[in-house]
């Protein structure tokens, strides 16, 4: 049995406590019963036995290798131009561009990447050179609210921007009862709400996977900004599709049958635990037994051939249409 430790970034864990601690389960399930936890700053500040080293956080800085340690890194970032390039905006693709240096300056460090994007995950095993999975982000299910008991009529939660504040003020002024768009996880504001609202941060096309699982899991649907990718989460008529400019149109169809909204909640919830939950513990497992495979632990490696590229010009992740 191979010993491991999941290490998560303390800034990131508010934002992603549900989804670590269903990671974690699948850790200790399918790897080591006795899979530690670790939150902290910095991965050098992490104790943990030697083992395989599961790291959570793009913020982490480059840390030291130790002997006896594999490191796995997982990636819940949009790294990669995917589809259509101009679906993008100069601010969309500078965003990508950020998260991709993240990711870029850990990779000579780790041994395995974990991708939660399948398109994505598609394209890093082509231009990453060490071994490449995807894995499905999921939260432990909860027994959905009944509709008529939850306080909120629309769900959004991220940052503000204006952007997404004009679509909201639209929304709000059909007269819809917004949630708080912070102060708490997706899927705990989402439970109390009878739809959830996807809206990118800057013109893009990239799915949000985690954000409407995050919603299906309780049994919110969502109406979602269009997205590349829609089709790969299985996902049915409780995702709504739609241009920016047709969002508020959305959630008003959505929320005008009461008896459809209802239904689509049970559905959602039932497509949740009954088909991505079993897919996502399959793949899990996967991971765990290609894992419990890796060979023994060697001394530290030098720079990846992907960081190699990086100081002639190159990031190894050049955007692409995939």
């Known amino acids: ?92 693709h500078r965003q990508v561009l950020k998260k991709r240096q993240l990711l870029r300056e850990k990779l000579p460090l780790v041994d395995m990447l974990l991708d939660y994007y399948p398109p994505q995950t598609r394209a890093l095993r082509r231009r990453v050179g060490i071994p490449v999975m995807g894995f499905d982000a999921a939260v432990a299910p909860r027994p959905p609210v009944p509709m008529q008991e939850r306080a909120y009529d629309v769900c959004f939660v991220g940052g503000m921007n204006p952007r997404r504040k004009a679509v909201l003020d639209r929304i709000e002024a059909r007269g819809f009862v917004l949630s708080p768009h912070e102060g708490e996880p997706i899927e705990d504001i989402a439970a109390r709400s009878r739809c959830c609202l996807n809206i990118h941060t800057e013109r893009s096309n990239h799915l949000e996977v985690p954000r409407l699982v995050a919603a299906l899991s309780t049994g919110c649907p969502v109406v979602t900004e269009t997205s590349f990718g829609l089709a790969s989460l299985g996902a049915g008529e409780f995702v709504d599709q739609r241009p920016l400019s047709a969002l508020d149109d959305g959630v008003a169809a959505m929320l005008s049958d009461q008896d459809r909204l209802r239904r689509l909640g049970e559905t959602c919830a039932a497509w949740y635990r009954e088909t991505y939950l079993p897919r996502a513990e399959a793949r899990w497992k996967d991971i765990c037994d290609t894992v419990r495979q890796m060979e023994a632990p060697a001394p530290t490696r030098g720079p990846s051939q992907l960081a190699q590229r990086s100081t002639s010009g190159s990031s190894g992740l050049s955007s692409s249409s995939s």
């Open 1 to 92: 049995m191979r010993r491991a430790t999941l290490v998560v970034q303390t800034f990131s864990l508010f934002y992603v406590r549900n989804l670590v601690s269903h990671i974690h389960d699948a850790l200790r399930r399918h790897l080591d019963p006795d899979a530690a936890l670790v939150i902290c700053d910095e991965i050098d500040q992490a104790a943990h036995p030697e083992g395989v080293v599961f790291i959570i956080g793009e913020k982490f800085r480059p840390f030291r290798r130790r002997p006896g340690c594999r490191y796995v890194l997982l990636n819940l970032s949009v790294v990669t131009s995917l589809g259509n390039p101009f679906a993008a905006s100069i601010r969309g």
